[in-house]
């Protein structure tokens, strides 16, 4: 060892790097696998957007066959949204009993029964018979896809990967719009029916193509099977060390010994199967998941109650009181919202993990609030005008477009992005179908209410009512939402407990990494 020292007499350190040591790090290359696995997963969201879609156009069509009231357009449009309550409180439960992978399964299965009662419907209570069964599905499929993607994506490509089920609802919807219009022209009685049943073709696709998948690696570590997560994460990780690193973190958080390395497990806690999660999540909270589900809750309800569902269930009738009258032109203007949301949510996808959650957030309501006070400023005007103002209208028309992109570039992947990711292992799949619960249960009430409310104080009104809610949905993510853009889901509750004084937690935790990074590197260091 002695007489190797001298080869280095004289000469610098600099020379003595290589060549490499130079060049700026490389990227690494995004997990194909584990995209493949989270496009598959986040399919399922389809059936959501393109229930949302369908019907906004097929409303028009029933209300004039079935002859049916307002009142029952609201609730027919609406109740779906409650109807997911059932399949989502059901579907935490089932995804920690079967798996992720069979509860996807099982939610094309319900979704495809339901399409093809709502298309056979003929009446009204027969049409809602089949509203419960699709809502039954959709609850499953909307509480499934962003728990899956969560648990399978590493973790610095979580947010693109996890934005994945936003981006399928917002395709679904485009889907929705399209078959509008491409049914519109069929008659009356045919039409709707063509519209809603054909929704039950991409649910067998999903139910088939999904069995390819592999199982979450975090619900096998929960479940003892050690060697088939170990597998699962050596595919879905960006590197072998990146594995190595996943599946000590989520043994740690499934209380397995870091020294065992069995394939099977016996799992002897009372959480493999969701047993007392009820408990820790809402009797005996910790700070830390007490901030956690405020946070869940809080985005989920917001994202909702700033009036994204009125304006795509009812952008016909938006429309049609900005001017539009004629039907197969109202469903064109649709089609402007549906491409819109769609191309904003796949460019949200590229950015989330590049800008962070939060700046994202935050400017993407700063854009919905002006956009929803213009929005109402123009219905207004329109309102109150004994003839056609032509800005008036083209202002409505630009601002319902500029209202959705902004939706779709911030408040709607990272509510499902936020959501998935924050909560703790044993607590994931319940908390985030609370979430997906809260987020439904307030897409209805605006839903079933959105023609009675304007009505009531004028569509201006209501789109004024909407930016209200929009200004404090900023104040409360400014105020309690912490970044979380890079970190490990394992890593979260650190994150969070101290509610408004997160950024000095934040501080912190910056903090003790830095000390840490450094006296590995003093370590790495002294050792050479």
Not at 147 to 155: G, H, I, L, Q, R
Not at 296 to 321: C, M, N, T, W
Request: glycine share 10%.
């Amino acid at each position: 060892m002695a007489d190797r020292k001298p080869e280095n007499n004289g000469v610098s350190s600099q020379s003595s790097l290589p060549i490499p040591a130079f060049e700026p790090p490389k990227k690494p290359k995004r997990n194909m696998y584990a995209i493949a696995c989270t496009l598959l997963a986040s399919m399922t969201s389809i059936l959501l957007g393109y229930d949302i879609g369908v019907m906004s156009g097929a409303a028009i069509y029933i209300q004039d066959d079935f002859k049916i009231s307002d009142t029952q357009v609201e609730i027919l449009v609406g109740i779906l949204n409650f109807y997911c309550l059932f399949g989502s409180a059901a579907a935490g439960r089932t995804s920690d009993w079967v798996g992720r992978r069979y509860t996807i399964v099982l939610a094309g299965a319900i979704f495809f029964v339901g399409a093809l009662l709502m298309g056979f419907a003929t009446n009204y209570a027969f049409l809602m018979v089949g509203r419960f069964v699709a809502g039954i599905g959709v609850g499953y499929a909307l509480m499934i896809a962003p728990v899956y993607t969560a648990e399978v994506s590493p973790a610095a490509s979580r947010g693109f990967l996890t934005s994945f089920p936003e981006v399928f609802i917002n395709f679904g919807i485009l889907l929705g719009y399209i078959s509008n219009y491409a049914f519109s022209k069929l008659p009356e009685h045919l039409g709707w029916r063509f519209m809603l049943g054909i929704g039950a073709i991409p649910s067998v696709f999903l139910a088939v193509v999904v069995l390819g998948m592999p199982e979450s690696p975090r619900w096998l570590i929960m479940q003892g099977r050690l060697g088939e997560a170990k597998r699962v994460l050596d595919k879905t990780s960006d590197s072998k060390e990146e594995a190595q690193l996943r599946l000590a973190d989520i043994k740690e958080a499934a209380g397995i010994p870091e020294n065992c390395n069995d394939d099977f497990v016996l799992i002897t806690t009372k959480h493999s199967h969701g047993e007392g999660v009820w408990r820790e999540l809402l009797l005996y909270p910790t700070p830390a998941v007490r901030h956690i589900l405020i946070a869940a809750i809080g985005i989920h309800f917001f994202q909702q109650s700033s009036g994204i569902d009125a304006v795509v269930l009812y952008s016909p009738r938006i429309f049609e009181k900005a001017g539009i009258t004629k039907n197969t032109d109202k469903l064109l203007a649709t089609i402007a919202v549906g491409t819109t949301k769609t191309i904003f949510i796949l460019v949200a996808t590229f950015l989330l993990d590049k800008i962070g959650r939060r700046p994202l957030l935050l400017s993407s309501v700063g854009g919905m609030i002006v956009s929803l006070m213009l929005l109402g400023v123009g219905l207004t005007v329109i309102d109150h005008s004994d003839h056609k103002l032509t800005w008036a209208i083209a202002l409505s028309l630009s601002m319902v477009l500029s209202y959705v992109a902004f939706f779709s570039i911030g408040m709607g992947p990272i509510t499902w992005v936020y959501s998935s990711e924050i909560f703790p292992l044993k607590l994931r799949a319940q908390g985030c179908s609370m979430g997906v619960a809260v987020n439904r249960a307030t897409s209805g009430v605006l839903s079933m209410t959105f023609i009675s409310l304007y009505n009531a104080i004028t569509i201006g009104g209501a789109f004024f009512l909407y930016t209200g809610i929009a200004m404090v949905a900023w104040v409360f993510f400014y105020t309690l939402l912490p970044e979380t853009q890079g970190r490990t889901l394992e890593e979260m509750e650190q994150l969070f407990g101290t509610f408004f004084k997160w950024r000095s937690t934040m501080k912190e935790v910056k903090k003790k990494e830095a000390e840490a990074k450094g006296q590995i590197q003093m370590g790495s260091s002294g050792q050479s």
